[in-house]
């Protein structure tokens, strides 16, 4: 069993996740940097499924693990603008 864990956004990974999960969640930080957000008291959440590591921000961002392909996807969440329902 593997626990998960919450960390401060801009501190490093916990230790074990795959490197490419490293990459992914190096990617989210530095393009909300870029942005200007201020991110100052946001926190990531690790939890394991099936043993695979899946990454939360708390802005609903999630970053899951593929070990066949041993890649990681990033998923940002919808916008107002990108939701369907806010269209007249």
């Known amino acids: ?45 690790l939890t394991w499924l099936e043993s695979k590591p899946v990454i939360e921000l708390d802005d609903g961002t999630v970053i899951r693990y593929n070990p066949s392909e041993d890649s990681a996807t990033i998923t940002q969440p919808m916008g107002p603008a990108d939701d369907e329902e806010d269209w007249v």
């Open 1 to 45: 069993m593997q626990l998960g864990t919450r960390w401060p956004i801009g501190d490093p990974v916990p230790s074990g996740l795959p490197h490419v999960v490293e990459i992914a969640v190096q990617a989210v930080e530095e393009e909300l940097k870029a942005i200007g957000d201020d991110v100052s008291t946001w926190r990531w959440t």
